[in-house]
């Protein structure tokens, strides 16, 4: 079994839709979500707040430095992720498939480094 | 004699790695013991003879190879303990199991998370045995660029767990259309290079044709494999005759006596077939067996004029509902320029537009140069020139813009 990053992008300057819109894509997850967790491919997800409430720290040099916001400027950001556990790449594409479907959105499936 | 070691090597090469890859799972480990087992063959048969089952020879030479080598690994890396254990002796086999290892290879080397140039790459290199000079050299790039990104394919394969498997039966067409797009894509860049100095890169569309054979063994049931090794024998019996005096000639001009008839009764066969197939399943044909449905109907008349165009403008109507793109539609236009005429022929081109393709302005100088338009047809070929990098295509196309009148 290997581990899978299944990561979902927005775009910075879309806004977020109303909560009515949204309400079918919550309960389109939520329902991925369960079948996840049914065939017991689930290791952990979740969804993030606003990019613009995002903080970075660098302590790489002398002393650590706090700013705000993401630590580079890009047109997408992530939104929110899967863990998953699949036999291999074409499980783990199968899930994102399903996925992308649920949330309206591009997903990217990158392997854990093994252990 | 190393020519002979050479062709039994490329034919053997494929089933070698694939083999070692399921016995080891490992590319690099296969792919490095083949390499090695090639070396010592190399070096062993003009001494001894060629051994009276090569493959089996090379296989278990491979094999041999690649337990050395993770021997002396094992000291640093213990995770290796795992493949030598089950290690077996099982003899080569000609047909089963080893050929449903190329199979899997196969679908590994085209497998869609890895970037179309790569498939073609990983292909000509684990299943074609062509070196990675070699590859480098068709395509055109610097060959470090080559290894680069065969190196990375590899690397995905391995870290993102792409499986060794041939995939299920919901998959397998969609699957199945990668591999001959990889196939396809081989040949083509064989028979029309699209740059270097060869108008015709024999190499490639043998390895494509090999491929397409292999292909045809594992799965003869796959109506689309049939079409397009038809296709491909269609095209390349036509090879003798399609380039002369370092120009490329148009088929109308071809000496179809030149044709090689073999190839071309081959193909006529596995069109007959796919015909036959799809009106007993009642599955209408695909994109490749149109194709070489056209291409049968090109091989089978004696010259350009007494071609069944009305056939062919039907079957390219058929492609248009598959293939549904700008391409299908230019060579549909050229029928039907042999049937309504040249200006008709033209009308259905304009409106194309394809400005970047060299054979839409080819097409488009050939009708005004017979409706007598030269000024237009001159400037056309002049965009047709521009537009390849072909040295055989551009000096045919120089010549009929230095035949036009005016």
């Not at chain 2, 050929?99 to 498939?119: K, V």
Request: aromatic share 6%; net charge negative; charged share 25%.
């Amino acid at each position: 079994m290997a581990e899978y990053l299944l990561s979902v992008h927005h775009d910075y300057d879309t806004e977020f839709p109303s909560l009515e819109e949204m309400q079918p894509v919550f309960e389109a997850v939520d329902r991925f979500n369960q079948k996840v967790r049914d065939a017991g491919a689930w290791v952990f997800a979740g969804g993030l707040t606003p990019v613009q409430q995002a903080t970075t720290v660098d302590n790489t040099g002398d002393a650590p430095i706090v700013s705000d916001g993401p630590y580079a400027e890009s047109k997408e950001y992530l939104g929110g992720f899967w863990v998953i556990q699949a036999a291999d790449l074409d499980e783990a594409l199968q899930w994102a498939k399903e996925g992308s479907a649920a949330c309206r959105g591009k997903v990217e499936v990158r392997p854990f480094q093994g252990e | 004699m190393s020519g002979d070691v050479e062709r039994i090597f490329r034919d053997e090469f494929g089933r070698v790695v694939a083999s070692l890859t399921r016995r080891f799972g490992d590319l690099d480990v296969a792919e490095e013991a083949a390499g090695e087992a090639l070396l010592a063959a190399l070096e062993r048969w003009p001494v001894d003879g060629v051994p009276p089952n090569p493959g089996g020879w090379l296989t278990t030479t491979a094999v041999r190879r690649a337990i050395d080598r993770i021997r002396r690994e094992q000291q640093r890396d213990a995770k290796h303990q795992a493949a030598l254990m089950i290690h077996d002796d099982t003899p080569h086999e000609p047909t089963g199991a080893v050929d449903d290892d190329r199979l899997r290879l196969l679908f590994t080397c085209c497998h869609p998370a890895l970037a179309p140039e790569a498939r073609v790459a990983l292909t000509l290199r684990l299943l074609g045995g062509l070196t990675v000079a070699e590859i480098a050299a068709a395509f055109l790039v610097p060959e470090t660029t080559m290894a680069q990104r065969i190196t990375r394919a590899k690397a995905k394969i391995k870290g993102a767990h792409i499986p060794y498997r041939v995939p299920s039966a919901a998959d397998l067409a969609d699957r199945l259309a990668a591999v001959l797009t990889v196939v396809y894509l081989v040949f083509n860049e064989g028979y029309l290079a699209s740059a270097g100095d060869a108008p015709i890169r024999a190499e490639l569309t043998d390895e494509a044709i090999r491929l397409g054979r292999v292909l045809r063994t594992l799965l003869p049931d796959e109506a689309e494999i049939a079409g397009l090794l038809a296709l491909m024998l269609l095209i390349d019996a036509r090879r003798p005759s399609r380039v002369a005096g370092g120009e490329l000639v148009p088929l109308p001009e071809q000496d179809r006596g030149g044709w090689d008839r073999a190839l071309i009764a081959e193909g006529h066969a596995l069109v007959r077939e796919c015909l036959d197939r799809a009106r007993r399943t009642g599955r209408p044909p695909g994109r490749y067996q149109l194709l070489a449905a056209v291409n049968a109907v090109h091989t089978d008349a004696p010259t350009w004029a007494d071609t069944d165009w009305s056939q062919i403008a039907a079957l390219y109507d058929q492609l248009a509902a598959v293939d549904p793109g700008p391409v299908v539609a230019l060579n549909r236009a050229v029928a039907v320029a042999e049937l309504d005429g040249p200006a008709v022929g033209l009308a259905a081109v304009d409106r194309l537009g394809l400005t970047a393709y060299h054979a839409w302005h080819a097409t488009r100088a050939d009708l005004l140069r017979r409706l007598g338009r030269s000024g237009e047809a001159r400037a056309a070929y002049d965009a047709a020139i521009a537009a390849t990098d072909n040295p055989a295509e551009r000096a045919f196309l120089a010549r009929r813009r230095g035949q036009l009148a005016g």
